[in-house]
């Protein structure tokens, strides 16, 4: 797997990989990162990339020529590259397309700035917009590196145990159960105490039962979802 970034400002976003789970994983040759910048790609004689957007409006826009030129070059190099864009205007991401995507062989990651990308970008190039969230971002280089951590995770060999994504929040419609580490009590908080009696199927059966609880908290629309699946298994 390559993950190409295509961004203004790749220092942004090189630090991440450089620790922990992503830095091993990278090291094992699990996955490649590398990065184009729009701004080597323009024809402007002071380099810029972005321009007032036409028909008026605050704020500045991505203009095309430098990210045509970057992604056609991306596209030379690749023709079989998976090309995503970051908007808030998309579809939400989510974790089935974190696995659907841990598939391909090489994701292109674009990071809109300003006003965001000309759109004529966008429907030339993008295979797939998504948005991480209902709210605005200075820039789309986060919600670049969310996806592909999310992404990353599933690819095999990353984790060091696989099957622990098998109980994560949204491997079904609940989100995870509470965790606890040890010691068992701290500060007079005590973990609940099913957890210490070393029965199994209690314990699955009390997960159960907070995962539900926190669901319904937090993502009451979740827990209708799972409810409704339940009785079409039934």
Known sequence: MTFTYVTLFSNLIEGYFQDSILKRAQEKGLFHVDYLNPRDFTTNKHGKVDDT??????????TPQPLFDTLSHLKTQDPEVHIVVATPVAKPFTQNDAKRLAKKRHIAFVSGRYEGIDERVVETFADEVFSIGDYI?????LPSLVMSDAIARNIDGVLGNMQSLE???????????????KPPVFENLAVPSEFLKGNHSKISALKFALSECK???????????????????K
């Open 53 to 62: 957007a036409v028909g008026g409006g605050a704020g500045m826009v991505m």
């Open 137 to 141: 971002l200075t820039g789309g280089e």
């Open 215 to 233: 669901t319904k908290f937090f993502r009451p629309e979740q827990l209708k979802k799972h409810r409704k699946r339940t009785l079409y298994e």
């Open 167 to 181: 109980t994560e929040s949204f491997e079904t419609q609940l989100l995870e159960a509470p965790a606890f580490g």
